[in-house]
């Protein structure tokens, strides 16, 4: 049971655009929502977290807005750099420590 | 460099035969995560440990067993191995494992064959 899923496998985005990469929940005692970028042969990095309390959180070109009435929570970069092509991994937490990742989206920058 | 680091970086052995990947937590990090990402699946939580104990359980098979040491190095044991059991293994530590970020280790990438 996929409890975060990442319904888009690939996303590929013009340079200087906006990327927006979704992510879908099913388990509502989710608190903390983390987004991770990960590249070929490294470990992910973490990017940007939000509580379940607020419902956007930025930094710098990194946005993640949280729905918690429709279980979905998104990331936006803007403006999108070639740097910024990876797999972007959301992940939730609850209570616990344990989290629970989606299974990434793999975003293309074109230059 | 997130300051966790992960020995070996990649590891090739036989079916049925056992080894030991080891991580080195950030320092000041009391909690340690173990993840395996296997091709096409995302990161699969195997086990938790926090200042030497053994604190959550993911989907970890019987034949892999953790530990961590009073130095809060960890060690992932895998036995018996399998041909599906080739992976990437990730280590990742936080704090106090109380809701926070986690930071993650570069991986070992297993290939059993």
């Known amino acids: 049971d996929q409890q975060v899923k990442q319904n888009s496998p690939s996303l590929s985005v013009q340079e200087g655009r906006i990327s927006i990469l979704n992510c879908d929940y099913t388990?509502?005692?989710?608190?903390?929502f983390l987004w991770y970028k990960k590249y070929p042969a490294e470990g992910p990095t973490f990017l940007i977290s939000?509580?379940?309390?607020?419902d956007k959180n930025e930094d710098g070109r990194f946005t993640v807005f949280l729905n918690k009435s429709a279980k979905h929570l998104s990331l936006h970069i803007v403006p999108s750099q070639p740097g910024d092509s990876a797999v972007y991994f959301c992940?939730?937490?609850?209570?616990?420590?344990?989290?629970?990742f989606g299974t990434g989206t793999r975003l293309t920058i074109i230059p | 460099d997130s300051g966790v680091t992960q020995t070996p970086k990649h590891l090739i052995t036989a079916t049925g035969q056992r080894v030991t990947l080891r991580c080195s937590p950030r320092s000041g990090d009391l909690s340690v995560y173990w993840y395996q990402q296997s091709l096409d699946q995302g990161l699969q939580f195997l086990i938790q440990?926090?200042?030497?104990?053994?604190?959550a359980k993911g989907n970890i098979l019987e034949r892999f067993s953790a530990q961590q040491f009073p130095d809060l190095h960890s060690e992932l044991n895998l036995s018996s191995l399998e041909l599906g059991d080739s992976a990437l293994y990730f280590c990742?530590?936080?704090?106090?494992?109380?809701?926070?970020?986690?930071?993650f280790g570069p991986g070992t990438r297993l290939l059993v064959l």
């Open positions: 992940a939730a937490l609850f209570g616990n420590e344990k989290l629970t």
């Open positions: 990742a530590s936080s704090k106090s494992g109380q809701g926070e970020t986690q930071y």
């Open positions: 440990y926090y200042n030497g104990e053994e604190r």
């Open positions: 388990n509502s005692m989710f608190d903390y």
């Open positions: 939000i509580s379940s309390i607020k």
